[in-house]
Nanobody
Framework: QVQLVEAGGDSVQAGGSLRLSCAAS????????RAWFRQGPGKEREGVAT????????YYGDSVKGRFTFSQDHSKNTLSLQMTVLTPEDTALYYC???????????????????WGQGTQVTVSS
């Protein structure tokens, strides 16, 4: 049984930082691509960042570049999203997702991801 479990969501003030984690279990070995998506109130779900586990290559959405860092801990099969300089626009439910491979031109297409977590809430107040 595949499970993606997010943790680390919280309420913070603007300018603050948070670190989200995604623990995976049961994923098929060929699933190499992991990603974070988010959905803010009244907004569509958007891609935040993706990481190709085989190479460590990462890609970020324009709104988070330079502020968010996606990293992996191979020993724990856990991925982390370090978020800094948070703004109220970052308020959203953050989801961890996985698919077989990552591609630069479609990494943010949510319909291509097969596995999803339940999400963790991040709320940033001004």
């Amino acid at each position: 049984q595949v499970q993606l479990v997010e943790a680390g969501g919280d309420s913070v003030q603007a300018g603050g930082s948070l670190r989200l984690s995604c623990a995976a279990s049961g994923l098929p070995s060929e699933v190499k691509c992991r990603a974070w998506f988010r959905q803010g109130p009244g907004k569509e779900r958007e891609g935040v960042a993706t990481l190709f586990r085989a190479t460590g290559n990462t890609y970020y959405g324009d709104s988070v570049k330079g502020r968010f860092t996606f990293s992996q801990d191979h020993s724990k099969n856990t991925l982390s999203l370090q978020m800094t300089v948070l703004t109220p626009e970052d308020t959203a439910l953050y989801y961890c997702a996985a698919r077989r491979l990552c591609y630069v031109n479609d990494w943010s297409s949510e319909e291509l991801y097969n596995y999803w977590g339940q999400g963790t809430q991040v709320t940033v107040s001004s």
